[in-house]
């Protein structure tokens, strides 16, 4: 019962920003610092180009989730690795 209502709360607090603040573009770090360089001085030039753009957002958001599921799956494994280290050398 503990872990469903800690699993109904993170899903209250991962939605109420969308019912708080409605039709708000929920936007990057990536845009908004773009937007205060070429605020603060229009004439910069990047130093370099990206040698890869995806195809659209779809495929960026993919990619991103694709990382972040990696990245939980290690986090995960090394937990469980820990845990059941901890709990088998304990028995000996």
């Given at each position: 019962m503990k872990n469903f209502i800690l699993?109904?709360?993170?899903?209250?607090?991962?939605?109420?920003?969308?019912?708080?603040?409605?039709?708000t573009d929920f936007g990057g770090a990536d845009?908004?610092?773009e937007e205060a360089i070429t605020e603060l001085?229009?004439?910069y030039e990047p130093w370099?180009?990206?040698?890869?753009?995806p195809p659209g957002g779809e495929t960026e958001s993919l990619?991103?989730?694709?990382?972040?599921?990696?990245?939980?799956?290690?986090?995960?494994?090394?937990?469980g690795f820990g845990r059941a280290r901890r709990k088998y050398s304990a028995k000996q």
């Open positions: 699993f109904l709360f993170v899903i209250i607090l991962a939605t109420f920003p969308f019912f708080i603040q409605r039709d845009g908004q610092a001085a229009p004439s370099f180009k990206p040698f890869w753009s990619l991103f989730s694709l990382q972040a599921a990696v990245g939980a799956i290690i986090i995960g494994y090394v937990i």
